[in-house]
């Protein structure tokens, strides 16, 4: 396994549960309505949920969920840039090295870490 496929696994991790938040953020108003009589309030509550999931997905993704797995560098600047993704999330090919310890993003490691 090589050091760009983990990277690129944790990071499609964290961008599926991304739209699972906005899934749950999307569902709230249609159970609320169910739930709830017509024009109540309440149906804010029912959006929190996805909300908190958004933002808390993307700031722990930016700090800590994607990471050089020798230097635990973080690389979300460079795997985070979606123009590069060509239809996946994928730290782009045209990086070929880790900017903080300068190893390999395609060499073979052994023991995945
Ligand atoms: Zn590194």
């Known amino acids: 396994m090589t050091p760009r496929e983990i990277v690129n696994r944790r990071l499609r991790r ?12 999307a569902a ?8 709830l009589s017509d024009n109540d309030p309440k149906f804010v509550l029912f959006m929190l ?11 722990y993704t930016m700090f800590a969920g994607v990471k050089c797995p020798y230097c635990n560098g973080n690389l ?3 795997a985070l840039f979606w123009p590069s993704w060509r239809g996946r999330p994928c730290l782009p090919a045209r990086y070929k090295f880790c900017p903080c310890c300068a190893r390999s993003f395609d060499q073979v490691i052994e023991r995945p870490v």
């Open 28 to 35: 709230g108003p249609v159970v609320a309505s169910q739930i």
């Open 49 to 59: 949920p996805g909300v908190a999931l958004i933002i808390g997905v993307s700031i």
């Open 14 to 25: 964290w961008v599926a549960l991304l739209f699972v938040g906005f899934g749950a953020f």
């Open 76 to 78: 979300a600047p460079l």
